[in-house]
């Protein structure tokens, strides 16, 4: 078929045991709770805050998220299909499709999304759903903006930079970013030689000193560096800089 859209729901745990591959594009959206899609090394964690777009002949799979159940639309379309309406706009709107997939953050546009999707499921004229297709795919495509492996990393390591006094964990870059904890703590041993508690202490020991010379109390930087006490910091601070806090605040 040149066009094919399908809602499915998971109530048990579903692994596709294999990579796979199409000839034709297919755009996933979840529903609710989350799946994991794995293109390449790369993992990629889709909510109902995402779209993943892939391309043909770009071997993936998708993987539960554990929380069940799990709702999921597919769409399937031939580039032939809307051959004749992306030639007439003069736009590429598969552009929308990076290499070796996209995935798109929906939430500043989710009302919208979800109305052309409603609007495309609901259409039983043809003509009518490639012009809803078509439309779906320029929404995607002006809210996708090429990305690369070290753009997604050093936004990442900044947004860790400018937090370092909050409590940061795997977990909580996963969901924000978007991307598997695997993927991301991968990030951090290739583009900073460290793992993600390691470069967090890291950061907050070097901000600690600068808030210690300026004559702040040991366990007001603690606190304010985002330690969970201060017999912690003292312990990380000594590891880290070869001397405690107080003997260096006092130096």
């Known amino acids: 078929m040149d066009f094919e859209i399908e809602r499915a729901t998971y109530t048990i745990e579903r692994n596709m045991p294999r990579t796979h591959y199409h000839k034709h594009y297919e755009v996933l959206y979840i529903y609710n709770n989350t799946r994991t899609l794995v293109v390449g090394d790369r993992e990629y964690l889709l909510d109902k805050n995402t779209v993943a777009i892939i391309p ?12 069940l159940p799990q709702e999921r639309l597919a769409i399937n379309f031939y580039e032939s299909y809307i051959h004749d309406i992306r030639i007439a706009l003069g736009d590429d709107i598969l552009n929308c499709a990076g290499t070796p997939c996209s995935v798109i953050d929906t939430s500043s546009f989710a009302e919208k999304f979800s109305s052309i999707i409603t609007e495309l499921q609901n259409s039983d004229s043809e003509t009518e759903r490639k012009l809803i297709l078509c439309t779906l795919l320029h929404l995607l495509s002006k809210n996708s903006p090429a990305r690369t492996k070290n753009e997604d990393a050093g936004e990442i390591i900044k947004f860790v930079e400018a937090n370092f006094g909050e409590r940061i964990t795997l977990d909580l870059l996963s969901e924000k970013f978007h991307l598997s904890k695997f993927t991301v703590s991968r990030y951090f041993s290739r583009y900073t030689g460290m793992s993600l508690p390691k470069y967090l202490n890291s950061i907050r020991v070097i901000n600690a000193k600068k808030y210690l010379r300026d004559g702040q109390k040991v366990t007001d930087v603690a606190f304010r560096c985002g330690f969970e006490s201060v017999s912690n910091f003292d312990r990380v601070f000594t590891n880290q800089v070869g001397i405690s806090p ?4 006092k130096a």
């Open 56 to 67: 043909p002949f770009i071997p993936h799979l998708t993987l539960s998220g554990g929380v």
């Open 246 to 249: 107080m003997k260096f605040k």
